[in-house]
C-alpha cells in the first residue's frame, strides 16, 4: 500500500489528525477547589430547564440503564472540550496521571503525544531511555489501537494516555501506523516508573555547549541551573545551544526561569490577558518564577548573561518553551534556529472540582504575548535561520495550532497558519528524500544531530546549511 493510499484509507476510518500537545500545562497554578463562591452568579433559566429535560428524557428513556454520575461527568466533559483543544475535563484517573506528569514521575511507556480528535494518537518524540524508545517506537510514528482497542473509539487523547499508562511491569499493546511501512506496527510494551529527565547538556567541543530541556517540569529550574554551572565548570564558554526541540511545554514558572538565566532582572518575559482580569506582565524576577521555591538563579555562574547563544526549536517545540524563545528572540539576545514552531498561545488553569481533588479541570483562560506584545496563538515562533532536521533535507511530521478544531484565533494583528489537510501533506512526501536504512538511529546531542552541528557553526561564524524548503506557513 502506498503513502497516498494508507492516508486515504485512514481519513475514510476517521482517523483525522488534531495537533494540540499532550501533557502540556501552561498553568498559572494548580487552584484551590472551586466551590461555591466561583460558581456563575446568574444561569439562562431556559437553557438549563433544557439540560434538565434532555437528562430525564435519557434517564426515563434511553434503551439502557445510565447512572447519574456518568450522564453528568459526560455532560461536563462535552461542555469543556468543545470550548478549545486545550480545555479538557479529568476523571478521577485521568487527574492522578494529570498531576504525576506536572511532577515528573509516572509509571507508563514514555511518550511524548499529541491527541487526534477521533483519530490516532502521534508520536512527538519517545522520551529518552524509557521502554518505548528501547521498543523502537518513532517520533512521527500514529498509534492507531491500544490494547487492541482502536484510538479513534476512545474519549479525545486524555483516554488514550490514561491507557498507555498503567502498573510498573505490565504489558500494553500498540498498533503504530509508521509513514513508509505498508501495514501497521504490533509492539507490546512493559510499563516502567518514568523519571523524567527533563534536563540533558554536555560540552560538544572545546568551549560550545548544549543543553537541552525537554519538559517544563517542576524540578525543571534547579536541574538546569545545576547542568549550566556544570558546564560552565568545564572550561570557559564560547558559545550556547539551548535546545527545545520537541519540548511540548509545562509549568509557566519554570518557564520564566529559564529566560530570566539569560537576561537582566525586571524584564519582560510575558504577559497574559483574560476574560477576567486586567493584563499580567511576567518578569524576570523572583517573584514570579521562584514562588515558593527558593532562586536558584542566585547561583548561576555570570557568563550566561552575555554568552552568544542559539535556541533550537521545531513543531514539536510548543507554549512554554514558545514563550522562551520568542523573549530571547525579541530581546535578540539569542538566534533562533530550526522550524516555525507549534503555535499554542494560550494559557490553562488546573481547577479541582471536589474538595477531596480528585477530579478537575484544565481551562483556557488566557492569551500570552511575547514582550513585544505579539501573540503566538496559531502563529508560533518564526526562526531567525531555518534548518532542516536532517542534512538531506528531510523533517519530522509537525502538526500545528492552526490545523485544531476550535482553536483560538490571534489578536494581535499578525498573519496566522493556514489550515492544512495535514494526511494530504504527508502524503506528498513519499516523493521525499527517503532515510538511509543503515543510518545510525538518531540521538540529540549526537554527532548525527544536524541542527545541533549547525547551531554550532552559527555561533563559530561558519557556514550554516540553511533549509531550502522549509519556511514560515503563514499567510501574506
Not at 500494553?172 to 504490533?186: D, F, L
Not at 567541543?205 to 541551573?225: C, H, M, N, S
Not at 527517503?434 to 546531542?445: A, L, S
Amino acid at each position: 500500500m502506498s503513502i497516498k493510499e494508507m492516508v486515504q484509507s485512514m481519513k475514510k476510518a476517521g482517523l483525522v489528525l488534531s495537533g494540540a500537545v499532550a501533557g502540556v500545562l501552561l498553568s498559572l497554578g494548580l487552584t484551590a477547589y472551586a466551590d461555591k463562591k466561583d460558581a456563575v452568579s446568574t444561569l439562562p433559566i431556559e437553557d438549563v430547564q433544557k439540560f434538565s429535560q434532555v437528562l430525564s428524557m435519557i434517564k426515563n428513556n434511553y434503551v439502557d440503564e445510565v447512572s447519574d454520575k456518568d450522564l453528568i461527568a459526560n455532560a461536563i466533559s462535552g461542555m469543556v472540550k468543545e470550548l478549545d483543544p486545550h480545555s479538557a475535563y479529568f476523571d478521577e484517573k485521568e487527574f492522578k496521571d494529570l498531576r504525576e506528569g506536572i511532577s515528573g514521575k509516572f509509571s507508563g511507556v514514555g511518550l511524548e503525544v499529541q491527541p487526534g480528535k477521533g483519530g490516532g494518537v502521534l508520536v512527538v518524540a519517545p522520551i529518552e531511555d524509557t521502554p518505548a524508545y528501547k521498543a523502537g517506537v518513532l517520533a512521527g510514528d500514529l498509534i492507531v489501537s491500544i490494547d487492541g482497542q482502536s484510538v479513534s473509539e476512545m474519549k479525545g487523547l486524555s483516554e488514550a494516555v490514561s491507557k498507555l499508562r498503567g502498573a510498573e511491569g505490565s504489558v500494553v499493546k500498540i498498533a503504530i501506523v509508521r509513514t513508509g511501512e505498508s501495514k501497521p506496527i504490533i509492539k507490546s510494551i512493559t510499563r516502567a516508573v518514568i523519571k523524567a529527565q527533563s534536563v540533558k547538556g554536555n560540552v560538544i567541543e572545546p568551549g560550545y555547549a548544549w543543553v537541552r530541556i525537554t519538559q517544563f517540569q517542576e524540578p525543571t529550574l534547579k536541574d538546569f541551573v545545576n547542568k549550566l554551572k556544570e558546564l560552565s565548570d568545564k572550561g570557559p564558554l564560547k558559545g550556547l545551544v539551548l535546545d527545545l526541540r520537541n519540548d511540548p511545554g509545562g509549568s509557566l514558572d519554570t518557564a520564566i526561569g529559564v529566560t530570566a538565566a539569560f537576561l537582566p532582572r525586571d524584564q519582560v518575559v510575558v504577559t497574559s490577558r483574560g476574560a477576567n482580569a486586567d493584563a499580567r506582565e511576567y518578569k524576570t524576577n523572583p517573584s514570579d518564577y521562584a514562588r515558593g521555591v527558593g532562586d536558584f538563579l542566585a547561583q548561576m555562574p555570570e557568563i550566561y548573561k552575555t554568552v552568544p547563544m542559539v535556541v533550537l526549536v521545531n513543531g514539536g517545540s510548543a507554549s512554554a518553551s514558545e514563550i522562551v524563545a520568542g523573549a530571547l528572540q525579541d530581546y535578540k539576545r539569542a538566534t533562533i534556529m530550526g522550524g516555525q514552531t507549534f503555535g499554542k498561545g494560550s494559557v490553562q488553569q488546573v481547577i479541582p472540582l471536589d474538595k477531596q481533588g480528585k477530579t478537575g479541570m484544565k481551562l483556557t483562560i488566557a492569551r500570552y504575548y511575547t514582550p513585544k506584545g505579539t501573540s503566538l496563538q496559531a502563529r508560533g515562533v518564526i526562526p531567525d535561520v531555518f534548518v532542516d532536521d536532517f542534512a538531506d533535507g528531510r523533517n519530522g511530521h509537525y502538526s500545528r495550532e492552526s490545523d485544531l478544531p476550535n482553536h483560538l484565533s490571534n489578536d494581535s494583528g499578525v498573519a496566522v497558519d493556514k489550515k492544512r489537510d495535514v494526511w494530504e501533506d504527508w502524503a506528498k512526501e513519499e516523493d521525499e528524500p527517503k532515510k538511509d536504512p543503515n543510518e545510525p538511529v538518531f540521538k540529540y546531542g549526537s554527532a548525527n544531530d544536524f541542527p545541533l552541528q549547525q547551531a554550532i557553526n552559527q555561533l563559530k561564524g561558519q557556514t550554516v546549511q540553511i533549509s531550502k524548503k522549509q519556511h514560515a506557513t503563514v499567510s501574506p
